[in-house]
């Protein structure tokens, strides 16, 4: 952001425009009752499935709202991103769609397969050093050079209001919904999401979920201002990543919205991707896994009510798959 720019408050009106930018590429998401968690539960158990947009995760929502909005000028420039996972894909995915060019910078630390799928969406890949924090340098060169835009996978109006977009499709479909929960790591999809549940119903509970190690957004509202921390090997490696010691929004927002936050173990997490590959015949990430880990473990912090948790992805390398399913015997 530059200092001329204005940081602005994003309110549920934002959320309505973004759906209305977003609809032209991006299709609702189903919303399915798990059968077997609300027996667990005794109450009804909802999964919005943010797995099933074509790459896998909802992040291309986000990424769909800030790259329509941006001027014919902008398009022509083109944007660029440093991330490899999620966001990365999204808009890789999304400038592809739209004809506009899309760098990313990558260290050459990143993997081959990752490089690879990047490609096969379209994007350019500039390789650079041997850090993600080199490939940021790099990418706001470009911006500074070029005039691309970087699209920052959280910190952002837009971003956040795409996300929230979620939100609505839970309003209109879920009239007795009460608690909601949501993987957190930057924090772009509680806040959008939580900000539009609550402009509409102030009771509605919004629960963020993350892992036990390395869980930066937890350590920073802790502390009362943005930390970083080292990062460790997870299986839920989407939500790692800082909030940015210079965060705008999120990491206020979350204060805002968020009622409460439960961290989950790797053996949590583990357990709970198995148990959704054999109860439901469902693949999921480490990160949306953590909603399911929360809701096995009963550690909802709420007792009654209709419950959705967000599966927010499903892109995970078939060889953590095979280890986690032959970690654990099923059981009938
Ligand atoms: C990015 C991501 C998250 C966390 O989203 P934030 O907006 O960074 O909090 C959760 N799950 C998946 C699968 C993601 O890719």
Redesign the pocket.
Known sequence: MTSTEMKKDIKIRDVWEARKRIGQIINRTPLIQSTILSEKLGRNVYLKL??VHEV????VR?AANKILSLSLEERKNGVATYST???GMAVAFVANKLGIDAVVCISNRVPKAKVDSLKRLGAQIEIVGDSQDEAGVRCYELEYEKGVTVIE??DDPH??AG?GTIGLELLEELPYLKDVI???????????IGMTLKSNDRDIRVT?VSMERSAV?FESLKTGKPIMLEESETL?D??L?G?GLENQY?FQMVQQYMDDIVLLSEEEIAYSMAFMMDKHRMIM?G??A?GIAAVLGSKIPHQEGDIAV?I????VDLSVLLTIIQNYGFEN
């Open positions: 943010e797995n896998g995760s909802f992040k986000g996972g999620n966001h996978p959280f971003v956040i996300q949501v993987p957190l790591s930057g924090g772009g999809l509680l806040s959008g963020g957004m839920a989407s939500l990543g909030i999120t990430e990160a949306a953590t967000i927010s992805g499903q892109n």
